[in-house]
């Protein structure tokens, strides 16, 4: 690929934000629309708490996630995509295809 030499920072911090473990699953699941915390957490039941935290965080600071306090009683938080963290939801489509055809052999 041309240009590889000279990484600009923002793809080397893209890939490093994506490439982190958890990441992209849980933009992956968040694209079928909101979730609240403990959906997600079922979802992906090998994800601890502790770690899901954190990526949350991580995705809400880079402007992917926006947690959404919802005001009834009790109080609800649901996370839902931006249109940037759609815009990276649109390149694991392809790989969730890559995926099927490729890795089941690995399992």
Do not use: C
């Not at 968040?30 to 708490?49: A, N, Q, T, V």
């Not at 996630?65 to 990276?88: A, D, N, Q, S």
């Amino acid at each position: 690929m041309e240009g590889q030499e000279n990484l600009q920072p923002e793809v080397e911090k893209s890939f490093e934000l994506i490439g982190k473990r958890w990441t992209g699953l849980i933009i992956y699941v968040l694209l079928s629309g909101p979730k609240r915390f403990s959906e997600i957490h079922s979802i992906i039941p090998d994800l601890s708490k502790r770690v899901l935290t954190e990526r949350m965080k991580e995705l809400e600071e880079h402007g992917i996630v926006l947690r959404h306090v919802i005001p009834t009683r009790p109080v609800r938080t649901e996370y839902l995509l931006t249109k940037k963290g759609h815009e990276l939801g649109k390149i694991l489509g392809p790989i969730s295809q890559w995926a099927t055809n490729w890795m089941k052999e690995n399992y």
